[in-house]
């Protein structure tokens, strides 16, 4: 089975409901621009309460387990819902990876990275870049903002917010052109009946999800990264 766009959506709902209106919107298009790369992701963490941190906090400490955070309840931009976790979903749905250098959409680079560099397109900061205590699925928007200053009752200004949701659309996927630039859409692609991933539409020409199209015809695919070469061998009969 393939996640539609609408199961991975749903997926991370619940997480993202507490964020910001405009980092939620944000966190909406990193899936959806995800999804179009061909990698599905779940959001895993959204908003925290104070209380939810501070269990957080006591893991690896006063209670059995790892330590994942230094920040008690109310040092966290999870706490504000500035902040979001994300993981890889398998393409059926039923588990997820934190594996870094996984290239689930076979182009060569690792999923991984491809998703940050949504991620900060959209406005996001990487916990990834951090010099102490890297958080490789952690991505936020603070606004210029300390969590001293969210726990003051300080907020992103409208203008901050706003500017959030306009680099937002200025980076929609759907249809313009000016001068030199290619319409882009969404192409379903059905085969045999079947509803399959969804391809890109790129000026008139479609581009499928060449793996998955190959499996279900029964052929067998192969990549070579040197030359960048996909092979397509029909199975014999």
Known sequence: ?????EQVR???????????PCVKAAAEALIDRSYAAGIPIIIVQGLRTIAEQD???A???SKPGQIVTNAKGGYSNHNFGVAIDF?????????VSWDTKLDGNRNGKADWNEVVAIAKALGFTWGGDWKTFVDLPHFEMTFGLS???YRAGKRPTQAQTDAVIAL???HASGPKKEANDVIVN???VVIDGVKAKDGVLIDGAVYVPLREVSDKLGAAITWDNVSKTATITKEAK
């Open 186 to 188: 969404k192409a379903n």
């Open 55 to 57: 269990a957080l906090y």
């Open 147 to 149: 969590t001293a200053n």
């Open 168 to 170: 937002i659309k200025a």
């Open 87 to 95: 993981a890889l979903l398998t393409n059926d749905g039923r588990s």
């Open 59 to 61: 893991q690896g400490r």
């Open 1 to 5: 089975m393939t996640l539609t766009i």
């Open 10 to 20: 749903t997926k991370s709902a619940a997480k993202i409901a507490g964020l910001i």
